[in-house]
């Protein structure tokens, strides 16, 4: 069913339908031409029909009159040219291009004198909408019930219009569209998909500037259709593609502690395609304040960071009273990556984390934020030196630990360094290499320059004196052979040399009573060397079953011995240990004078060790049936069980270390299992001091366990999709406390630890803890995330954490629930998923320093 209109209508010949494209090539001036001129044309008051699916090209004359550019017209029902009225009408799945606008449509009339186009839908058996109009030009498009449109002036007037814009979705009852404006009547905006949609912004009047901005009048909140008091005098969303300045809308709320409150709110500046920067700031009603600066920067192919610098000064309680108090903190995140690919031979790295010890106890970020007491931060720049051994690397380390307020700082630490070379191989090999051309040399040269102190004594004065900085240089040699066709030694010596330009003297001070300690000035030179031998094998063994499920076990043993030798560096003749009074007894203790050296000193005592380890590998293969054949499955009973200790043939005393035992395997693909322990040989007196006796000899036992350790591991997860794509591990990195993965059903795993500790005499110390995490989907749009744990010796939960997430579909739902401990917390919000919209949110919550 179409508008009707009386038109005349005339099937041509083949010379007939050459005519008709001529007249659609050339306009009205060229037509009036054709009509006179070609024999057997048709007169101007009949009209063309041209057959389905037919294809019209209109290049058109610039003359008075005429279409500026190429028109090109198909349909796939039918097309007539009234050639009277100048006016062409395509049917069933028609299609106009014109420049860069495209129209598609079950139905569309076209008026060539006019310049004019109107285009409208069909009705299909059921009385339903078919062919909807459908426009594009440049990068906005849109579907009507109708359209009209000037090809001169590019101005139209449409009738029920639906258009996206960036993230949202734009319906308008009337529509008039000039040039890049569109002004509509009567218009609802709403980022909501859905066919009915769940909500929407509606409004009176509504203008759109393409690329740019949406501005609106008077607007009201509908939710389901049904009209809300939520009202705005106007509004106001970004349409613009790309990184454009704007508003950052705050969040508002309540604190019992802090008073009402303002928080992230500020402007958002997208200074280019490689740089923008988010000011933000945070008030509160009872005078505290915070302040955020986040800054992002990227060159593709070549350098990608962030940087956050934060400060706060938060103020609880009442000024009038003994409770108040008042904290001034900052904080600075940096991270900086380089393209390798950008300069595959120079590379440089930053990740800085650093702050007041008390930041993240007074400004609630995560409650991970909350309760990590460690932070780290590390600058560092390396270069390589291609067909060459050397490489150079310079950078700055910072360790800050909240709870103790103890703060480390290395600047500037340089390392150079040379990889293995071999100085004795020949340039021109004939036959199998000589032992000597196997041994190779590596040098590696580090400088460091560290501050440790409390973090609010750092920069007192005189810092720069407590620096400790020296120069250490390494030449390790080593070679390796084989010995009886299955043994492999390896013989190494390492030289090192240590230069600082201070050292210590100690002396006794007999009117305190006390050694005092004099640092002296002055380059000194440190110097050590050692040398050692080690041997190992491997020794394989297969038993294999010829019945039975168990086809074969599988045992490979590593044995390994080795011996070291080092000299006594605190014998007098090497001059690097003194002797100082320590009481007024006259009693002596000896000292290094590099004892409080960054790298410290030479080893005092000599050292001549034999150390020994075995290490055992342990698998089975076990027959499995299946339909077609029988096929082996390997089945791992041991991934390593290890043990090993060391013997000092130059001690006095106590010659024989501690034994060390270890296990590590994998229980049924999916239970990890880690066991240690240490046992000691010798016996202990009634104070829990090591005797030089073997406890064999004095209680038939050949050690005592005095350290020992257990973990064992679970997880478990069923994922019917199987997905695992890039999108998913780039918005889990970026923000990991907002992703919610709703198509992983269920996700568990939990930890197992046992620790017992007994070096002495005293009660053993026996601690164990359970932790577990994971999420179950409840519904394709409920899931609920956990994470807790057990102390079972101080019989406490550790910290313990429920979220609940809905999927709302345009919406969604999140509540964040921390009921135990120190940092009991909850967090309700309800808010719009498009980041257009998301400053439409409802959001409640309770801070821990709010109890």
């Known amino acids: 069913m179409f508008p009707s209109r009386s038109v005349k209508l005339k099937y041509f010949s083949t010379a007939g339908s050459l005519f008709f494209l001529w007249c659609l090539l050339a306009g009205e001036q060229a037509l009036s031409q054709n009509v006179n001129s070609t024999a057997g ?68 009339e076209i008026d060539l004198e006019a310049r004019t186009l109107f285009s409208t839908y069909a009705l299909d058996s059921a009385g339903g909408k078919k062919g909807i109009p459908e426009f594009s030009q440049d990068n906005d498009s849109f579907t009507a019930d109708e359209i009209r449109y000037n090809f001169e002036t590019k101005k139209g007037k449409i009738k029920g219009v639906y258009t996206q814009q960036g993230e949202g979705y734009v319906y308008g009852e009337t529509v008039k569209k000039i040039d890049d404006f569109e002004y509509i009547r009567k218009g609802t905006y709403t980022t909501c998909d859905h066919k009915e949609p769940h909500f929407a912004i509606a409004t009176g009047k509504l203008k759109i500037i393409n690329n740019k901005k949406i501005i609106t009048g008077p607007a009201y909140l509908t939710i389901g ?5 939520l009202a705005i005098p106007f509004g106001y969303f970004p349409n613009r593609r790309g990184r454009t300045s704007g508003l950052i809308f705050p969040t508002y709320g309540e604190s019992a502690d802090l008073g009402f409150f303002l928080k992230n709110g500020g402007w958002y500046f997208g200074i280019s395609d490689h740089l923008d920067l988010a000011l933000t700031g945070d008030f509160y009603s009872k005078g505290s304040y915070g302040g955020h600066a986040h800054i992002r920067y990227a060159n593709r192919y ?28 900052f904080f600075v995140r940096w991270s900086h990556a380089q393209d390798r690919k950008a300069r595959p031979n120079s590379v440089f790295s930053a990740s800085v984390n650093a702050g007041s010890s008390s930041y993240y106890r007074n400004n609630i970020s995560t409650p991970q934020n909350f309760l990590t007491n460690t932070f780290q931060s590390s600058i560092s720049w390396s270069k390589s030196f291609p067909g060459k051994p050397f490489s150079l690397s310079s950078s700055l380390s910072h360790t800050q630990n909240t709870q103790t307020r103890d703060i480390t700082i290395s600047f500037p630490n340089v390392n150079f360094s040379m990889n293995r070379i071999y100085p004795f191989k020949r340039k021109v090999k004939a036959g199998g290499d000589k032992w000597y051309e196997k041994i190779g040399m590596s040098y590696q040269s580090d400088f460091q320059n560290t501050i440790q102190a409390k973090d609010t004594t750092l920069f007192d004065e005189g810092f720069d ?57 002055g380059f000194r030179a440190a110097r050590e060397f050692g040398t050692s031998a080690s041997l190992h094998t491997r020794i394989y063994g297969m038993f294999p079953f010829k019945k039975g499920k168990i086809a074969a076990i599988r045992h490979v043993m590593s044995p390994s011995v080795s011996f070291s030798f080092r000299p006594d560096f605190s014998n007098p003749s090497w001059n690097y240990y003194k002797e100082v009074q320590s009481d007024a007894e006259g009693n002596t203790t000896r000292y290094s004078i590099f004892e409080q050296a960054i790298f410290g000193g030479p080893g005092s005592g000599r050292q001549e060790v034999i150390g020994f380890s075995l290490d055992n590998n342990l698998e089975m293969k076990v027959r499995k049936q299946t339909d077609t054949a029988e096929v082996m499955k ?13 013997y000092n043939l130059a001690a006095d005393s106590l010659r024989l270390s501690p034994i060390s035992v270890n296990a590590r395997t994998t229980l049924f693909e999916k239970v990890n299992l880690t066991f240690g322990s240490i046992f000691d040989p010798y016996a202990i007196d009634s104070v829990g001091r090591r005797l030089d006796r073997y406890l064999i000899a004095e209680e038939n036992r050949l050690a005592r366990l005095t350290n020992a350790n257990l973990s064992v591991g679970f997880s478990f997860s069923h994922n019917p999709s199987g997905k695992n794509d890039e999108e998913k591990q780039q918005l889990l990195q970026g923000n990991p406390g907002e992703y919610v993965d709703l198509e992983v ?41 956990y994470s807790s744990g057990y102390d079972f010796r101080q019989k406490q939960w550790s910290y313990t954490s429920l979220s609940f997430y809905r999927d709302l579909h345009c919406w969604e739902l999140r509540f964040n629930w921390v009921p135990l401990g120190g940092f009991t917390y909850w967090n309700f919000q309800i808010n719009v998923k498009a980041s257009v919209l998301q400053d439409l949110k409802l959001t409640k919550k309770r801070d821990y320093y709010d109890d």
Not at 79 to 94: C, I, P, R, T
Not at 634 to 646: C, D, H, M, P, T
Not at 766 to 774: A, E, R, S, W
């Open 41 to 108: 044309s048709t007169p101007p008051d009949t009209a063309a029909s041209s057959s389905a699916g037919s294809v019209i090209t209109d290049t058109v004359r610039t003359g008075a009159g005429d279409f500026r550019s190429r028109v090109e017209y198909l349909s796939d029902d039918s097309l007539f040219f009234d050639v009277a009225e100048q006016v062409v009408y395509l049917f069933g799945k028609a299609e106009v291009k014109y420049e860069n606008m495209t129209l598609r449509a079950d139905y569309i």
């Open 302 to 329: 070549h350098y990608n960071g962030n940087l956050s610098v934060s400060f706060s000064e938060i103020r609880s309680g009442d000024a009038e009273t003994p409770s108040f108090s008042k904290n001034e903190d």
């Open 634 to 646: 390997k089945i791992k009973i041991f991934e390593s069980l290890s043990l090993g200790g060391s």
């Open 465 to 521: 004196q407590r620096f400790r900085y020296g120069l250490r240089h390494s030449i390790p040699l080593s070679t390796s052979v084989k010995v009886l066709k299955f043994l492999t030694l390896t013989p190494s010596v390492t030289y090192s040399e240590k230069w600082y330009m201070q050292t210590i003297r100690k002396r006794y001070d007999a009117d305190s009573g006390m050694v005092v300690t004099d640092t002296l000035s």
């Open 225 to 229: 259709g049904v009209p809300t008091p």
């Open 745 to 785: 059903p269920f996700s568990f795993a939990v930890n197992y630890s046992l620790a017992y500790s007994k070096p002495g005499v005293d009660k053993p110390l026996v601690t164990q803890t359970v932790n577990f995490n994971g999420d179950i989907s409840l519904t394709p749009k409920w899931k609920i995330i």
